[in-house]
């Protein structure tokens, strides 16, 4: 199957998305979508002739292992039965009903830990939590920071616009000073976060900030960087945060789609000679103001054991025939 074919695959049987017009998470939706089906073709081209697979012996479960490759790893990785989109509440919490993956809505704030225990029991699966600024870094920041450090392999999705949507416009942590909303007309009385600074410094192993506004005027195109960037990002072997900035064309009337194309830039244009491997450039990068620009592309990227290779997991801890008379006893005890 070619990535015309995978990226048709996972927008089958889905909903029509309940987003305002113009909202930025159709760009993530977008990006997020052809990069896993650009993944799965690619997968797939690679494995053709590959017959050196070690079945798991789980009854019920079709991924293998892959012992042909340099990395041992489960296969099939990226396609629509092999991924969990799951996401905590808001309006980008939405997302996991509008792609053909599996799917699961954690409460507010909760997507971290509901990835920790589903990939935990299953890391043949490619887990990706998702959800707003509000989501992540308000309810979600005790997890944010502390999630980090396990270093579980899974890639966090987060579009900030930098206001609740859902809730009609209130202050989110990382609002700037000078926004002002309908429910909040002086704004916020105090200073953002700084999501890239914490992320850094509290043990994400892939960091990435992106914007999808199609091309800037130099013909740079965002799309193809953005979809470039977040396969990196799945691909790392371990806790990958990727932020897209976005529009909330409805609350935020300042970060428009304009605002953001005149502010975006590669790293790179930025900083001729940055190094991913090195915090501290990390670090000094995401202190540059976004009203004076908003760097794209790879922060922070190191190679660090994964959870799954401290504990020695190799393969699902799942048992996929449960035992219905436990399970039937345990409700009746608790009901
Ligand atoms: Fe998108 Fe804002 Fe509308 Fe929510 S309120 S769907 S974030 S534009
Ligand atoms: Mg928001």
Redesign the pocket.
């Known amino acids: 199957m070619d990535k015309a074919a995978f990226q048709k695959l996972f927008q089958e049987n889905t909903k029509d998305p ?8 159709f760009t993530e939706l977008n990006v997020l979508i052809r990069a896993l089906a650009e993944l799965a073709s690619e997968d797939r081209e690679i494995h053709k002739n590959v017959n050196d697979f070690e079945e798991m012996g789980i009854s019920g479960l079709e991924a293998k292992i892959c012992k042909s490759c340099p990395e041992k790893h489960f296969y099939p990785r990226y396609e629509p039965h092999t991924v969990v989109t799951e996401s905590g509440i ?3 919490g ?1 997302m996991f009903a509008y792609i053909n993956t599996y799917g699961a809505k954690a409460t507010h704030g909760r997507a971290l830990p509901f990835s920790l225990g589903l990939k935990l029991a299953r890391p043949d699966l490619t887990v990706i939590p998702q959800g ?1 600024d509000g989501d992540a870094w308000a309810i979600g920041a005790g997890h944010f920071a502390n999630f980090a450090g396990f270093n579980l392999d899974i890639t966090y999705l987060v ?1 900030n ?1 930098e ?1 609740y ?2 809730t ?2 209130q202050m989110s942590p990382t609002s700037p000073v000078w926004l002002k909303t309908g429910v909040n007309p002086t704004g916020p009385i105090r200073e953002p976060m700084n999501p890239i600074a914490v992320a850094v410094s509290s043990g994400w192993t892939f960091v990435a900030r992106l914007v999808n506004v199609g091309k800037l005027t130099n013909g740079f195109n965002t799309a193809e960087f953005s979809v470039d960037i977040l396969k990196k990002a799945i691909k790392h072997p371990g806790s990958s945060l990727v932020i897209f900035e ?7 009337k300042v970060k428009t789609k304009e605002w953001l194309k005149e502010r975006t830039v590669p790293i790179s244009d930025v900083e001729p000679n940055y190094n991913p491997a090195l915090a501290i450039d990390a670090l000094k990068l995401s202190l540059v103001p976004e009203e004076e620009k908003i760097p794209i592309g790879i922060y922070y990227q190191v190679r660090r054991s994964t959870l799954h290779e401290k504990l020695g997991i190799e393969k699902p801890l799942i048992n996929l025939k449960p035992d219905r008379e436990k399970i039937k006893k345990l409700l009746e005890r608790y009901s």
């Not at 309940?18 to 998470?25: E, I, S, V």
């Open positions: 309940q987003w305002c017009p113009g909202c930025g998470d808001g309006c980008a939405q707003g579009t616009n206001v949507g859902l009609k416009g976005t529009e909330c064309p409805t609350y935020n």
